[in-house]
């Protein structure tokens, strides 16, 4: 672990050692059959400061009790440790954390806000990636990524460009498995929507590909809602 001016911490990708009172946060990846990882890409560790959090205490009926402020500590860093996961999924080359977002009341905000909107995430970051790229026995893409490979070569773009592209357009799909999901309208959910091809929709990952443009859908509802409570016009006067 690093501090960074006392504002933000490194995310490691090796397993810290710690010392009595920090908290580790771990968002580390799962290594499969399909998609090997080594350590360095698997692991994802993050330590705040001892005393972060204050002093954490719980009573019952007026007496402190440890054994529920164990509980208590345990359930704020599995919050902690969501929050450092979303984060990655969002941006999956983030090698910091702002320690301010990480306080007790931030977490609890952030939780709070979470369980209202995550009810329509229901797949990882690692499903989707998979679902594009296709498994590594597999040797293709997906039929999303293969029509716009098509569509990129006949439009004349490079090697290297359609490559860009495609990275780009990844972890586009990829970021709706977080939170922060990086879209800014209705339309930019819309036009990811338009690029899913039909052929994925009927394939395999059928079910997966439904759960996505449930997502999708319910980001642009948020996004068109946001839009409207933010527009003043000269009719509101």
Request: negative net charge; aromatic residues 4%; proline residues 2%.
């Amino acid at each position: 672990m690093t501090i960074l001016n006392n504002q933000s911490v490194t995310i490691d990708t090796t397993v810290p050692a710690i010392t009595i009172g920090q908290i580790m946060l771990s968002a580390d990846r799962r290594s499969t059959k399909e998609k090997p990882l080594t350590d360095a890409e698997r692991i994802r560790r993050a330590v705040l400061p001892a005393n972060h959090w204050g002093e954490l205490a719980t009573t019952i009926n007026g007496e402190r009790n440890q054994s529920l402020t164990d509980v208590l500590r345990i359930a704020m860093q599995t919050i902690a440790s969501d929050r450092l996961r979303d984060t990655l999924a969002a941006d999956p080359m983030s090698k910091t954390i702002a320690l301010a977002d990480y306080t007790v009341p931030a977490l609890l905000a952030w939780n709070a806000e979470t369980a209202s909107g995550r009810g329509s995430i229901t797949f990882t970051r690692d499903q989707i990636e998979t679902w594009y790229w296709g498994k590594a026995d597999e040797g293709h893409m997906c039929a999303t990524a293969a029509a716009l490979h098509t569509k990129w070569e006949d439009a004349g773009k490079s090697a290297s460009q359609i490559d860009t592209l495609h990275q780009f357009v990844a972890n586009r799909f990829a970021a709706t498995a977080a939170k922060n999901h990086g879209l800014k309208d209705a339309a930019d959910a819309a036009k990811l929507t338009a690029l899913i091809d039909a052929a994925d929709l009927d394939g395999k990952d059928a079910s997966l590909m439904v759960e996505l443009l449930g997502r999708l859908e319910h980001i642009s509802k948020a996004l068109t809602a946001k839009a409207a409570e933010a527009t003043i016009s000269m009719d509101d006067l």
